[in-house]
């Protein structure tokens, strides 16, 4: 074993002492979910010693990409849409955090919106009649703070991750 490879699992049996769990757990798809797993998230985190200082950044990615999927979930069979939370600590010292959802011919249409050529003013942001900029910004925030991230089609399901170096 390369002396990089001993030092991430070493860093991660410290991290983890009493053994490495994935956390992963369903939300119904309804906006109440985003707050709760914001929350569910922040406490897993917590509870894997030595990874405090990405937590807040990992919580707020969250926040943006299980938005969207909860705006934008579908069950074409009519059931009651769900995403999913999926968190792990992995080897090469990052954690990280997958959204999951029903709509995988959605994954090809997510993409970072461009960015404006011209800054922003306040009036393009409410609009003058309170329909302005409402959303459109949560993957340029996971663009410039994840070390990676991705959508890929799993199955039947969309993945949207990211990665942060802890």
Do not use: C
């Given at each position: 074993?390369?002396q990089?490879?001993?030092?991430a699992?070493n860093?991660l049996?410290?991290?983890?002492?009493?053994?490495?769990q994935?956390y992963?757990?369903?939300?119904?798809?309804?906006?109440?979910s985003?707050?709760?797993?914001?929350?569910?998230l922040?406490?897993r985190?917590t509870?894997?010693?030595g990874i405090?200082?990405?937590?807040e950044t990992?919580?707020?990615?969250?926040?943006?990409?299980i938005?969207?999927?909860?705006?934008?979930?579908d069950?074409p069979?009519?059931?009651?849409?769900?995403?999913?939370v999926?968190?792990?600590?992995?080897?090469?010292?990052?954690v990280?955090?997958?959204?999951?959802d029903g709509d995988?011919?959605?994954a090809?249409?997510v993409?970072?919106?461009?960015?404006?050529?011209?800054?922003v003013s306040f009036?393009?942001i409410?609009?003058?009649?309170?329909?302005?900029?409402?959303?459109?910004?949560?993957?340029l925030l996971?663009?410039?703070?994840a070390?990676?991230?991705?959508v890929v089609?799993?199955g039947?399901?969309?993945?949207v991750w990211f990665?942060?170096?802890?």
């Amino acid at each position: 074993m390369s002396q990089t490879a001993k030092a991430a699992s070493n860093r991660l049996a410290r991290a983890n002492p009493d053994g490495f769990q994935p956390y992963r757990r369903p939300y119904p798809a309804h906006p109440e979910s985003v707050g709760v797993a914001r929350d569910d998230l922040r406490q897993r985190l917590t509870q894997w010693h030595g990874i405090t200082r990405v937590i807040e950044t990992a919580v707020l990615l969250l926040s943006e990409i299980i938005t969207n999927s909860v705006r934008h979930a579908d069950d074409p069979e009519g059931d009651e849409a769900k995403v999913v939370v999926r968190a792990e600590l992995r080897a090469d010292a990052r954690v990280l955090i997958e959204v999951i959802d029903g709509d995988p011919e959605s994954a090809d249409k997510v993409a970072v919106p461009a960015q404006a050529s011209e800054p922003v003013s306040f009036e393009d942001i409410d609009g003058a009649d309170g329909e302005g900029l409402v959303g459109g910004r949560g993957l340029l925030l996971v663009e410039a703070m994840a070390e990676e991230w991705g959508v890929v089609k799993r199955g039947d399901t969309k993945v949207v991750w990211f990665s942060l170096d802890w």
